[in-house]
């Protein structure tokens, strides 16, 4: 019997590392402040936080991301600033990485680490946070996408003791109105994951930002991108 919960435990802390674990789903955290209007033919112009990034490739890219989601809520794209009756400034990033030892679940050692909330036995404790809605409808606390930030296998790949590199990135939102800059929303979208990519990051984080957008004002919720469908 503890073979087979060590075999299950393994298979699901192996496919919660986040961007390496593409078949199930890429956890995040998402704080929101908003006041948005509800869609009434305004318009929207993303712009990047920092001018120099404006005209880069890389940020057209991620920027039409933020654009597509927008549209899908039903503001429309202007051709300028000028133009716009809100303003998108967008900004991302990830870190250079550490690296974080993982040991056996059968030690009962729990690990040092700062991202940590709490201690976590696998085979007779249960972490449940908030539940979210995501693109698929909502979750519940037994959905394999319910656990997001906190996933209690996060750090958990099982099987001895094992090293790999943790990256941490970002997303911001600040959206004002054009006529006044008074700010309809700022958010902020953080994740972990063992791939320092931003081509795979900033999709998903963009994804996260708008999943029950606008959300509650003040609420920080976990959230988790499900996979994209195999073809």
Excluded at 92 to 113: C, I, K, N, Q, W
Excluded at 165 to 185: E, H, M, P, V, W
Aim: aromatic share 16%.
């Amino acid at each position: 019997m503890r073979i087979k919960k060590f075999v299950a435990a393994a298979m699901l802390g192996a496919s919660a590392l986040g961007v390496s674990a593409c078949a199930t789903g890429f956890p995040a955290q998402v704080s929101r402040y908003q006041a948005m209007p509800a869609p009434q033919g305004q318009t929207f112009f993303v712009m990047a936080a920092d001018p120099a990034q404006q005209n880069t490739l890389e940020f057209q890219r991620f920027g039409a991301h933020v654009a597509q989601a927008m549209q899908a809520q039903g503001y429309r794209p202007a051709a300028s600033p000028a133009a716009a009756t809100m303003i998108v400034r967008m900004d991302y990033g990830v870190d250079e990485g550490r690296t974080v030892l993982v040991r056996d679940p059968f030690s009962r050692s729990m690990y040092a680490d700062p991202f940590y909330n709490g201690r976590y036995d696998p085979f007779y404790r249960g972490y449940y946070g908030r539940p979210y809605y995501s693109r698929y409808g909502y979750y519940g606390s037994r959905s394999p996408y319910y656990y997001g930030w906190n996933d209690p296998f996060w750090y958990s790949p099982y099987g001895g003791v094992d090293r790999y590199t943790q990256y941490q990135s970002f997303l911001t939102l600040d959206i004002r109105r054009a006529g006044d800059n008074q700010q309809l929303f700022g958010g902020r979208a953080e994740a972990r994951s063992t791939s320092g990519n931003l081509g795979v990051l900033v999709p998903n984080l963009v994804e996260a930002m708008f999943t029950g957008f606008p959300g509650r004002s003040g609420e920080t919720v976990k959230i988790t991108v499900p996979p994209a469908p195999r073809r």
